[in-house]
């Protein structure tokens, strides 16, 4: 299984990216009994859940994404998708896709987003 996250970048305070990761190498009949989510690490800190959608399509965030950015999935592009707006100097770090199910957890490489004017 591979996960290759796409569509980050340098952006404004204020402005908004949308971030994607493509589970490649995976029928779909897989895919959909992972649950998807997307981490995040700033230089020096510890790696830390962003938001989360389960195979029942309930999604969870961390109280300081709340309101801005939003996690989504397509099952048949076997895609997840995190549109991020409002996007401030500490939501810069390298973003994480993840996903996972009991027996198994597959990472992304990471891909950078920088908030900074």
């Known amino acids: 299984v591979q996960l290759v996250e796409s569509k980050g970048g340098l952006v404004q305070p204020g402005g908004s990216l949308r971030l994607s990761c493509k589970a490649s190498q995976m029928i779909l009949s897989t895919f959909i009994q992972f649950n998807m989510g997307w981490y995040r690490q700033a230089p020096g800190a510890q790696r830390e859940l962003v938001a989360q959608?389960?195979?029942?399509?309930?999604?969870n965030y961390a109280d300081s994404v709340k309101g801005r950015f939003t996690i989504s999935k397509d099952n048949s592009r076997k895609t997840i998708y995190l549109q991020m707006n409002s996007l401030q100097p500490e939501d810069t770090a390298t973003y994480y896709c993840n996903m996972n199910n009991p027996a198994y957890t597959y990472w992304g490489r990471g891909i950078q987003v920088t908030v900074s004017s």
């Open positions: 959608i389960t195979t029942a399509g309930i999604t």
